[in-house]
């Protein structure tokens, strides 16, 4: 069965640096693309960028460009998404998600979700 | 500003067929083909539905189908449920970037 668990929920001050996960497993994870989605409190879905865990080739979106950071390690199937700086705009729901395997695009697994919450 | 436009909400009755829709509205889209479409019911993480504009993943209903005509795209949910209700995301690829639409929320009445 596949599955995609995500880390726990965080609280953390504007300013701190953040690491949450993404852990696969019931496929061959380094041969899957995983994406990085961003729901802010009751708003719409944001896709935030992709890697492949094979290689760690990373794309992101403009929009994310630079504010944030995905990687991956394959020994662990785990994908990472991590900030340096949090602001309270941070503030979300982050899911994971996993790329379909062949030329098409579609997510068709996703975790259940991280909820960051950025206050002081 | 979203790539893709679909309609805020949408409403109607258990048994209705209900059309969702998701225009493309970038004039630079390449393979639009590529529109998915995904449920999330409030405080779940979001479900693929259709793919590739009409495929249906396995364990899907059938009463769940795609299409598209132009540069618009549509979910059409037949003998809607009140388990349906939930917000719809479409999906597409376009220019090398990944889009989603701001959602529809269906409400069955």
């Known amino acids: 069965e596949v599955q995609l668990v995500q880390s726990g929920a965080e609280v953390k001050q504007p300013g701190e640096s953040l690491r949450i996960s993404c852990k696969g497993s019931g496929y061959s994870f380094s041969k899957y693309w995983i994406a990085w989605v961003r729901q802010m409190p009751g708003k719409g879905l944001q896709w935030m960028g992709i890697i492949y865990p094979g290689d760690s080739d990373t794309r992101y979106s403009p929009s994310f460009e630079g504010q944030v950071t995905i990687s991956a390690d394959e020994s662990i199937n785990t994908a990472y998404l991590q900030w340096s700086s949090l602001e309270a705009s941070d503030t979300a729901i982050y899911y994971c998600a996993r790329r379909s395997w062949d030329a098409s695009y579609y997510f068709d697994f996703w975790g259940q979700g991280t909820l960051v919450t950025v206050s002081s | 500003q979203s790539a893709l436009t679909q309609p805020a909400s949408v409403s109607g009755s258990p048994g209705q067929s209900i059309t969702l829709s998701c225009t493309i509205t970038?004039?630079?889209?390449?393979?639009?083909?590529?529109v998915s479409w995904y449920q999330q019911v409030p405080g779940k993480a979001p479900k693929l539905m259709i793919y590739?504009?009409?495929k249906r993943p396995s364990g899907v209903s059938h009463r769940f189908s795609g299409s598209q005509s132009g540069n618009t795209a549509s979910l059409t949910i037949s003998g809607v449920r009140a388990e349906d209700e939930a917000v719809y995301y479409c999906?597409?690829?376009?220019?090398?970037?990944?889009?989603f639409g701001g959602g529809t929320q269906l409400t069955v009445l």
């Open positions: 999906l597409s690829y376009t220019s090398r970037n990944i889009s």
């Open positions: 970038i004039s630079d889209f390449g393979s639009y083909n590529y």
């Open positions: 590739d504009v009409t």
